[in-house]
């Protein structure tokens, strides 16, 4: 049983690095270019470009964690880099993912608005409530820090970082619930405003934009959707699936396997960092070299 238990954490350590590894680099590269486009690129702010920007800067946060997370794993209970610091990483590495979260369901609502209600978008929408919004976001999910800081109990020198929370974390219903509640809630509202959006777009399509622009515009929200399930889904499910496990709601008899799905679909969901700055990379690329083509045929 003991060499079955070394051989699953052998396997996941690996799957973090094979994961973490490129995902960091990937990712670090898309989101900085995405944000230089937005920087240089870009003439004019617009409530889009903003969610960008704390998108990216959520996201950029989170992938420092990740060398981190590997070593973590790594030194599985001989953690020796401070208790304090430990909780500063691990506080990043949750509260921005979630923050990420948030973010992403602002965009789709922001599009969503902007197609599915043209005519009421101008009251709903400007720079200043998007920056608003986002420093809500930000503001908010920064609560959360104090949740991190007791992940492994009050009072104690953390030994290993980023697992093996205190019993009393996986008993906690209230966060329990506002995590789930905050994932299932965007999905179900991004999922809606996808859905009317894409129905919205088929309805106006004419048979000039049929191959272009709205067609673009369907597979960039059905691209950030997908992602958003693939990349978040199993890790809430095996998180749900963990804590009634761990509250002795329901009952198996692999528990501690159940345990490396959980890291092992956590650091799957962390991939979305990756996809976040080459998705919008390619919008931004995109968007800027329609705006160069409308000049130069206003020019001629």
């Known amino acids: 049983m003991n060499d079955t238990r070394a051989n699953i954490s052998v396997t996941v350590e690996l799957f973090q690095f094979i994961m973490y590894a490129p995902t960091f680099t990937l990712g670090l590269l898309f989101n900085m270019m995405a944000l230089s486009f937005l920087f240089f690129k870009v003439k004019k702010l617009t409530e889009s470009t903003v969610y960008m920007i704390a998108l990216i800067f959520l996201d950029t946060l989170l992938l420092f964690t990740f060398p981190f997370k590997i070593i973590s794993y790594h030194l599985q209970d001989n953690w020796n880099l401070g208790s304090v610091f430990c909780s500063a990483l691990e506080s990043l590495y949750f509260v921005n993912m979630y923050g990420s979260i948030l973010i992403s369901l602002c965009i789709c609502v922001d599009r969503y608005i902007t197609i599915r209600h043209p005519f009421t978008a101008p009251t709903l929408r400007s720079t200043k409530k998007a920056a608003m919004v986002c420093a809500v976001i930000c503001l908010g999910t920064s609560v959360g820090t104090v949740s991190t800081f007791q992940l492994h109990g009050e009072g104690h020198n953390i030994s290993s970082c980023f697992h093996s929370f205190s019993k009393s974390t996986w008993e906690n219903a209230g966060l329990f619930s506002a995590l789930e509640t905050t994932f299932f809630g965007s999905m179900a509202a991004m999922t809606f405003c996808t859905v009317q959006t894409i129905r919205c777009l088929r309805k106006h399509r004419t048979s000039d934009n049929a191959r272009t622009h709205t067609t673009r515009a369907e597979k960039i929200v059905v691209t950030n959707l997908v992602a958003f399930l693939v990349c978040f889904t199993p890790y809430h499910v095996a998180y749900f699936v963990y804590f009634l496990v761990k509250n002795n709601i329901i ?25 976040d700055g080459v998705c919008y990379y390619f919008v931004l690329k995109e968007s800027v070299e329609d705006t160069l083509q409308k000049s130069r045929k206003l020019a001629t």
Do not use: E
């Open 251 to 275: 009952h198996i008899s692999f528990q501690q396997v159940l345990r490396d799905i959980v890291q092992v679909t956590l650091c799957w969901a962390n991939l979305n960092c990756c996809l």
